[in-house]
């Protein structure tokens, strides 16, 4: 089985989801809000070596990455770069590997298609070729995982039995389910060393509003007036990345410091998306061009 979340047209459906994301040209400018005093500037696109698209999804302070390329969006696999040095890692022969998370361990983690079941499963990787499986018992046909933190605990999400998402930690191989009050879809993509979770959740797909769960409690991170926000990442200082769409249906990546935002933009991009951030501050993340080809990026913030 293909990982059919990302199979399906990736210009339009975004990483692992089955919630469609309009895409366009975006503007240049963030919206009207107060933005952190740092500008950032791109790496040069990231293409693995003979891919037709290449998606990075994390960086950890070794800037160290991980993500997922492929050919048509058929097949897909795992890599590591640093230093432009390469490395593909699946799981499974089958080539349907999706890297999402490092942390400043080595351990990574992503999805697969998993063995001959038909099923999505999570995973977490140390680097000695093996990968350990992360089924949540109660998703069994499918679970994400999308973030690690230096204590290796792991967050992703589920589908459970009424088809809607559910995030959950991963503690030593105890599963807790992590929901959002008055939210029918919980989806955790990243967590930091304190334990901090951010995520983002959905009531009528594809409108999404971003989430940081501490101390028990879902706070909202949303960008000023946009119409969709999802928190990908979380790194030590607590500051936040993630996607958003603006009113016009366009695609920006966003950093969130101290309740202030600031938009990330691919120079010349029609979408960016930016994922995990790490204690650097340096984001990963992807974007599309004009030829609505799809390019891996590190924004690293000017000192």
């Known amino acids: 089985m293909k990982l059919s979340r990302r199979t ?7 990483a692992l989801s089955l919630f469609a994301i309009p895409a366009g040209t975006q503007s240049s400018q963030a919206q009207d809000i107060t933005s952190p005093p740092v500008t950032f500037t791109y790496s040069k696109p990231i293409n693995y070596p003979g891919s037709t698209y290449t998606e990075v999804f994390a960086i950890n302070d070794s800037e160290e990455i991980v993500g997922t390329y492929g050919t048509n969006f058929q097949l897909q696999n795992g890599f590591q770069e640093q230093n432009n040095v390469f490395t593909t890692d699946n799981c499974v022969l089958t080539n349907e590997t999706l890297m999402s998370d490092v942390n400043n361990k080595g351990e990574i983690v992503g999805s697969y298609a998993g063995n001959d079941n038909g099923n999505i499963e999570g995973f977490i990787w140390d680097g000695n070729g093996q990968c350990q499986t992360i089924a949540d018992p109660n998703g069994p046909a499918t679970t994400d995982v999308w973030g690690v ?17 559910q995030g959950f930690e991963w503690v030593n191989g105890t599963f807790t389910t992590i929901t959002c009050p008055n939210w029918t879809n919980t989806r ?6 304190a334990g901090i979770i951010v995520g983002d959740n959905a009531n009528a797909p594809p409108s999404f509003s971003g989430f940081a769960l501490a101390s028990g409690k ?3 991170v949303n960008y000023p007036n946009a119409v969709s926000t ?12 993630g996607w958003y ?3 016009s249906g366009m695609t920006h990546g966003f950093v969130e410091s101290g309740g202030k935002f600031q938009a990330l933009n691919y120079p010349g991009a029609i979408a960016t998306l930016a994922f995990h951030i790490n204690d650097k501050d340096q984001v990963a ?14 924004a690293t913030p000017k000192k």
């Open 218 to 220: 879902c706070i909202p």
């Open 230 to 241: 999802s928190a990908k990442g979380i790194n030590k200082s607590d500051v936040i990345a």
């Open 188 to 193: 955790a993509y990243g967590i930091n060393d």
């Open 149 to 165: 933190n230096d204590n290796g605990v792991l967050v992703g999400f589920y589908t459970d039995s009424a088809s809607n998402f």
């Open 8 to 14: 399906l047209s990736f210009r339009t459906i975004l």
């Open 285 to 298: 993340g992807w974007y599309e061009d004009s030829a609505r080809v799809i390019h891996g990026f590190v």
């Open 245 to 247: 769409i603006d009113a």
